[in-house]
């Protein structure tokens, strides 16, 4: 009896401390979520109350807000340049991005909740890093009637943020402050394993959590290999274990399941591509919209469970892989920019879904699709998880950025890239890219219109650059990173997204009549000219019955054509 009493008031002020930072989802019986001012709030009170919780402010946010980073380790060590140099797995999470999906944000309170009041334990070789909320304003912007097809909670915030940008599109362009400041954050934590919490929109079937992981083609090498053939099955046999049947993000390949799954093409400018291009393990779990908010939330629970267990058990090798891939990609000298999907590939997966049909719309009288819950039914479905490089590119010795692209240099700094300012004008031989084409999207897409399918020439030339344009060598860490960011070609480089447009307008040109005499003065002194005029005209019709279409020819075969047009302004130091 002596011993009990003794075990009862050791474990008294863990279990009172519990039973007063409830969260407002376990006071509302798991229909609410709480404000953001409540959130911060919490968060702040835990960091005052317990050793292994620190919550310090990182950079801004287009609300005016800062991110707010909470560091939660058991050794209540919880500087992150002291865990840096200790053998510890970095796990960070990211919330709110879409805060009308906010089940990572009470799932996180819950769980750290737990861990500081001995209900759940934190290994000693796992740190987690939490960001509470990340898109602040639209956690501000609350409302009843935000998607409108979830299950809960009673209120939430809206997918757009300040700006209204959808933030999962913003990683690679950093429009938002957000973005910004996330990169801050990554760098600075350096994570293992990255997670970012979301809910599920579309069809209807049993399966409470689904996951989508970085593409394992994309990652690549070691890792690659390691998250296809362990890392992920891992994670579907802990969560097995625990009562959830995973299935990878449901997106079949046609209308139906029987088309089956298609794997999340997950470029950079999603947060899993982004961690993708730093050599880190990263997860997107999407709880299915339709059920509860208690379900959805302990399943969100259950998962960062599954990574803390599947990170520490492993803990060695996923530190190797990342060493491994980190000083490889230095010495790396191709690396792919586009993918496509392989069809003739496939993976098999368990779903578990419920028999569809249509009826007449009691809004329409067309007929409509439904689900019948009543009907459930499990299939064995092809799984089209293989991408083939599209187009690859050669690494340079080392790119040079002038310095006057300012709105790129400040998006490299930001991410940590290694950079030298020329301390003299020199002229240096380089491979120079022209824009020979591409297409660009007639409708804005996140404030951008997307450029792609760009075709290019390069030619070898030697260019005069001035003192401070900045040389930047490819034997760094981040050389995927810049090869997909200054490569055009790469689906989301920096031209994709419109920084270098000024080079795509053309700043010089003639007047008609006045050019007329000097063309055919330029013609008489050039007959190659000439001759290349000729057989153009011999080839193209439109050009051969138009006068202009001809001056403008004689004039872009001249040295009285701008050299800046359509001429890319990052220059390969060839190796």
């Not at 008294?12 to 229909?31: D, G, K, M």
């Not at 298609?262 to 899993?272: E, L, M, Q, V």
């Not at 070609?489 to 010089?508: C, H, M, P, R, V």
């Amino acid at each position: 009896m002596r011993k009990l009493l003794l075990i009862l008031v050791a474990f008294a002020p863990s279990l009172l401390r519990a039973q007063t930072i409830n969260t407002r989802y376990e006071q509302s019986n798991h229909l609410e979520t709480p404000t953001y001012q409540e959130a911060i709030a919490w968060w702040k009170m835990l960091d005052e109350k317990f050793p292994q919780v620190k919550m310090q402010t990182m950079g801004l946010t287009d609300a005016g807000f800062p991110l707010h980073l909470v560091i939660v380790s058991a050794d209540k060590d919880v500087n992150i340049t002291s865990l840096k140099k200790k053998d510890r797995r970095f796990i960070l999470i990211n919330n709110g991005i879409h805060p009308g999906e906010p089940d990572g944000i009470d799932a996180s309170m819950l769980l750290v909740r737990d861990i500081v009041t001995r209900k759940k334990t934190l290994p000693a070789n796992v740190v987690l890093a939490i960001i509470p909320v990340y898109n602040i304003g639209g956690c501000l912007n609350r409302s009843a009637f935000y998607r409108v097809d979830q299950n809960g909670p009673k209120e939430f915030g809206f997918r757009g943020n300040s700006q209204n940008l959808d933030l999962n599109r913003d990683f690679i362009k950093s429009d938002s402050r957000e973005a910004r400041s996330f990169a801050e954050i990554f760098h600075l934590t350096d994570p293992d394993v990255f997670v970012d919490n979301h809910v599920s929109n579309g069809a209807d079937y049993q399966h409470v959590m689904t996951l989508l992981s970085s593409q394992h083609s994309k990652l690549g090498g070691a890792m690659g290999e390691y998250l296809n053939k362990q890392f992920e099955p891992g994670i579907y046999s802990l969560m097995k274990q625990k009562g959830y049947d995973l299935v990878p993000y449901v997106s079949f390949g046609g209308n139906t399941p029987d088309a089956g799954l298609t794997a999340y093409f997950d470029g950079p400018r999603y947060s899993s591509g982004y961690a993708t291009l730093w050599h880190t393990f990263a997860f997107v779990p999407e709880t299915h919209m339709l059920k509860s908010y208690e379900q959805r939330v302990q399943s969100t629970y259950a998962l960062m469970e599954s990574f803390i267990a599947f990170a520490s058990t492993n803990s060695a090798a996923i530190k190797q892989l990342r060493e491994q891939t980190k000083q490889s990609v230095k010495q790396q000298t191709e690396f792919p920019v586009s993918w496509i999907l392989n069809r003739d590939k496939t993976a098999t997966v368990t779903f578990k879904g419920f028999e569809a049909g249509r009826k007449p719309s009691e809004v329409s009288g067309l007929p409509r699709l439904y689900y019948d819950r009543s009907k459930p039914y499990e299939k064995q479905l092809k799984y089209y998880n293989y991408f083939d490089a599209k187009t690859t590119i050669r690494k340079p010795a080392a790119y040079i950025l002038p310095q006057g692209w300012t709105r790129v240099i400040d998006l490299l700094k930001i991410n940590k890239v290694q950079m030298k300012p020329l301390a003299k004008d020199t002229s240096i031989e380089v491979e120079v890219y022209r824009i020979e084409d591409y297409k660009t999207s007639p409708r804005p897409y996140e404030m951008h219109h997307l450029n792609s399918d760009v075709k290019l020439s390069s030619s070898v030339q030697k260019v005069s650059f001035r003192k401070g344009d900045l040389y930047i060598p490819m034997n760094q860490e981040a050389n995927r990173f810049l090869i997909e960011v200054l490569e055009p070609q790469a689906d989301d480089s920096y031209f994709a997204w419109n920084y270098f447009d000024g080079i795509l307008g053309q700043k010089e040109g003639f007047s008609g009549y006045a050019f007329e005499d000097i063309a055919a003065e330029y013609l008489k002194a050039h007959p190659e000219v000439r001759t290349k005029l000729e057989e153009r005209k011999a080839t193209d019709t439109t050009l051969a019955k138009s006068a202009a279409a001809q001056l403008d020819f004689v004039y872009k075969n001249s040295p009285y054509y701008e050299p800046a047009h359509l001429r890319y302004p990052v220059y390969r130091v060839l190796p």
